[in-house]
């Protein structure tokens, strides 16, 4: 797996949630052949968001067994989970 700076990762994640990748399962979800039906993304950032799917893939199955209903992305993009984005 790559190494990522911040503004990299921030910058990528603020695409995802604006094109409405904004719940765990959701990134869990994601293929790269999905990416370019969802918006506009480099190779760089398909390629991290699918290194991020990884870990994100382990925290969902995780909270799906703890019956967690709020993950990471969630928490990071602002999903209160009624249907509206803060």
Not at 16 to 37: M, P, R
Not at 59 to 67: G, I, Q
């Amino acid at each position: 797996m790559a190494i990522y700076k911040m503004t990299d990762i921030t910058k990528t994640l603020d695409k995802l949630f604006k094109y409405g990748v904004n719940t765990t399962e959701k990134v869990a979800n994601i293929k790269w052949q999905d990416l370019d039906s969802i918006g506009k993304f480099t190779p760089f950032e398909k390629s991290l968001i699918m290194d991020f799917k990884v870990v994100i893939e382990e925290n969902y199955k995780t909270n799906k067994r703890r019956k967690i209903q709020k993950g990471i992305i969630e928490f990071l993009s602002g999903n209160t989970g009624t249907g509206k984005e803060e």
